[in-house]
């Protein structure tokens, strides 16, 4: 990415591969209390945590996930990171500047994607939206009309251009808002569910993108919030959990999808209801077995949810099992989880064990 | 400055695409100054003895308070109605995580709202000569600079309101307070030599009765900016006070929208 000004020089203190440093990180917003509790108690204020001693190293480059229900504190900290808020206490450092004392000088490298279509001038054009911005970034003249260009040219908006904000689609719009995060040419993008708006092709182009163009070619970090698992898969190389304000785990998406499923099975069969599979349990080949609700529809055998603790050998004796008793298996595959399924079962369970990063997913079959 | 251009230029844009309200605003403008003009004449024959020094004529008089009144709104109410507008409409964060200091930002919400009101103003002061309105032109440039530091004195009550604003989401009865105690002490329509002399005392401590005398008497009867050094004096070290009390309040503010996490919401 071209810049129109010099970037500043990162402090010395951070390690030259940790490029955003959180450590002990705590944030809590006051409680909004009702007239009845402001009268009985008008100096009693109480205040919810939004992040709990959140501490997390991301690597300069890497593309980093933030994964977690609603409320689990991912807006906090990119509006901590933004310098939009003042954390209570902690320290958070990118490139070796600090988020308190170096705001300005970080707000040159940090960028974050304010993914509200509000944010945008509706009755100006996307150019003159972009000019606006491009001035507050200290881009002038020339340099400023070739930066709006290039990053209307960027998102596809070249030829809508000189067309009216409020005209925009949704999805015209959030293009438009990442053209305005990219427009410092930043060090560490901040993005919040930024495919949200975008139809499946644009969507998946934009994610090309991301990776090639921000973070490949130009060395961009980049912290992703999202909740589509395609694109946490797809594009981070490691992911934190969040939940109620803590960091419940961290590690490659695989990894944490891998803990979730270690143990868990999809049997395909034409008799789900055989005895041999209470005899499984029974005999300790199997921990549980389970009919999915909704499978087998449409012609297709009933699906069992299995767990299977002892791995591949474990699998094999259970298949034996199974055709020695003649229950015909179409199918045994390790079950694949959703983002969601992840999440919830991080945020139950607890982080996974610590464990090398693994290959990805799509690569192990059962 | 490019900065503070450019949020002038968006500003400009979005009230040009209004068109119908941007040519009815000035138009109904030409025609306020005609029943001042009348308002005034019937008011000469009272007024003349009061306002000998500065002017001698009414219409000329009440013109020149009006114009410098409404400055006074962009003062006062610009930033803290611009910062309104940006919480509002959801503007606000995209502009505060620029690396773009904050007074930029600010004097970009003020910026067409100055504009503007000297448009405003000149075409009010144009219709003001045409019907009869009598000026010193050698005084012009002296009164422009009493009318910038009038304005800059005036700037940190706008801060505070706009302080107000990021705190609170309202600017309460602060700038009604500050707008009635200037036009009804401050000299706007009457000067300050009239009024009950316990009410005048008090008016010594609104900057705009120093300001208003000071442009008067150089825009209506010509006195030089050293003969009207007093009011300029007193006028340059309320601004540096009240700046130096409405810096903190502001910063003050920031800090705490910045602390409880409200600095964008609506």
């Known amino acids: 990415m071209m810049g129109g000004h010099a970037r500043p020089t990162p402090l010395p203190g951070a390690g030259p591969a940790t490029f955003v440093d959180i450590h002990n990180l705590t944030k809590s917003y006051p409680e909004q209390r009702t007239w009845r509790e402001i009268l009985r108690h008008p100096f009693r204020e109480q205040w919810i945590p939004a992040l709990r001693q959140v501490s997390l190293d991301i690597v300069r480059g890497e593309f980093f996930g933030l994964l977690g229900p609603n409320g689990a504190g991912k807006t906090t900290l990119f509006k901590v990171l933004s310098t939009l808020v003042t954390p209570d206490s902690g320290s958070v450092r990118v490139g070796g500047m600090d988020i308190v004392r170096d705001g300005a000088r970080l707000r040159r490298i940090v960028s974050p994607v304010i993914a509200d279509e509000r944010s945008l001038l509706w009755r100006l054009s996307a150019r003159e939206n972009l000019n606006l911005y491009a001035a507050l970034h200290g881009y002038g003249g020339s340099a400023r009309t070739r930066r709006v260009a290039q990053l209307l040219d960027l998102v596809g908006l070249d030829e809508a251009r000189e067309k009216m904000v409020g005209q925009f689609s949704s999805g015209m719009k959030q293009r438009l808002l990442i053209a305005r995060a990219l427009l410092p040419g930043p060090q560490l993008l901040l993005l919040d569910e930024p495919t949200r708006s975008l139809d499946p092709v644009t969507a998946e182009r934009f994610r090309l993108f991301l990776r090639q163009d921000i973070a490949d070619t130009e060395g961009c970090t980049v912290l992703l919030a999202t909740h589509n698992a395609e694109e946490a898969l797809e594009l981070c190389t490691r992911v934190a959990v969040l939940d109620r304000g803590r960091v419940r785990a961290v590690g490659t998406p695989n990894a944490l999808a891998l803990h979730v499923a270690q143990e868990r099975f999809h049997l395909h069969t034409s008799t789900p209801g055989a005895q041999a599979f209470e005899d499984l349990v029974e005999r300790g080949l199997a921990r549980s077995v389970r009919r999915l609700s909704g499978a087998g529809v449409d012609g297709a055998w009933p699906v069992l949810e299995i767990e299977i603790p002892g791995g591949d050998r474990r699998c094999a004796e259970v298949l034996t099992f199974l055709n020695q008793q003649g229950v015909v298996v179409a199918r045994l595959e390790r079950f694949r989880p959703s983002l969601a399924q992840v999440i919830e079962h991080v945020v139950t369970h607890g982080p996974p064990p610590t464990a090398a990063p693994l290959p990805p997913l799509r690569e192990r079959d059962p | ?266």
């Not at chain 2, 605003?25 to 306002?51: K, R």
């Not at chain 2, 405003?120 to 003001?128: A, H, P, T, Y």
């Open chain 2, 1 to 266: 400055m490019r900065a503070i251009l450019a949020f002038f230029r968006a500003n400009w844009l979005t009230a040009a695409s209004y068109r119908l309200d941007l040519i009815i605003s000035l138009g109904s403008l030409a025609v306020a100054a005609i029943p001042l003009y009348f308002v005034a004449g019937a008011l000469q024959p009272l007024m003349a003895e009061s306002i000998e020094t500065e002017g001698g004529q009414y219409f000329g008089f009440v013109l020149v308070g009006l114009v410098t009144y409404s400055y006074l709104g962009v003062a006062v109410n610009s930033i803290a109605n611009g910062l309104a507008r940006s919480i509002g409409s959801g503007t606000i964060e995209a502009f505060l995580v620029a690396p773009a200091p904050l007074r930029t930002i600010l004097a970009g919400f003020a910026s067409y709202e100055l504009v503007w009101t000297t448009l405003r103003s000149v075409v009010f002061v144009g219709v003001g000569v045409f019907l009869g309105a009598r000026f010193a032109p050698a005084g012009l440039p002296s009164a422009l600079v009493i009318l910038a530091l009038t304005l800059l004195a005036y700037v940190p009550l706008g801060l505070m309101a706009a302080a107000m604003v990021m705190a609170f989401r309202t600017t309460g009865p602060f700038p009604k307070i500050v707008f009635a105690a200037s036009a009804l002490l401050g000299g706007v329509y009457y000067p300050t030599t009239v009024i009950p002399s316990w009410i005048e005392s008090v008016s010594s401590v609104v900057p705009l009765t120093y300001g208003l005398r000071a442009i008067r008497r150089t825009l209506l009867d010509g006195w030089s900016l050293g003969a009207v050094g007093h009011d300029v004096l007193v006028l340059v070290v309320m601004g540096a006070l009240l700046f130096a009390l409405a810096i903190p309040v502001f910063l003050a503010a920031l800090h705490y929208a910045r602390r409880r996490g409200t600095l964008a919401h609506p």
